[in-house]
Nanobody, 122 residues
Framework: QVQLVESGGGWVQAGGCLRL?????????????MGWFRQAPGKEREFVAA????????LYADSVKGRFTISRDNAKNTVYLQMNSLKPEDTAVYYC???????????????WGQGTQVTVSS
């Protein structure tokens, strides 16, 4: 079992930045692939970024490439999502998730956090 708790969401003006954190607990938490997803009101949950357990491989959605950076600190069992140059369309609830395979498919992820709201105003 892996428990995930997100933090760092909030309100920011367009062009600003935020850093989300996801703290994982569980004996083998550091061995999991970690991903970030988001869901805006009235829309389906979509993939944002994912990182391998070593941190050596990452995936990004085209919509966030060059603006968002995913990273992890296995000593702290924490994964981060640095979000720069934020746009109003980035407004959503952001979720972190854990899986054993590096994938963009949300159905593959076994463990999910409760989500943190990010609001970007124009």
């Amino acid at each position: 079992q892996v428990q995930l708790v997100e933090s760092g969401g909030g309100w920011v003006q367009a062009g600003g930045c935020l850093r989300l954190s996801c703290a994982a607990s569980g004996r083998t938490a550091s061995r999991y692939i970690m991903g970030w997803f988001r869901q805006a009101p009235g829309k389906e949950r979509e993939f944002v970024a994912a990182i391998s357990w070593s941190g050596g491989s990452t995936l990004y959605a085209d919509s966030v490439k060059g603006r968002f950076t995913i990273s992890r600190d296995n000593a702290k069992n924490t994964v981060y999502l640095q979000m720069n140059s934020l746009k109003p369309e980035d407004t959503a609830v952001y979720y972190c998730a854990a899986d054993t395979i590096l994938t963009t498919m949300s159905v593959r992820y076994d463990y999910w956090g409760q989500g943190t709201q990010v609001t970007v105003s124009s």
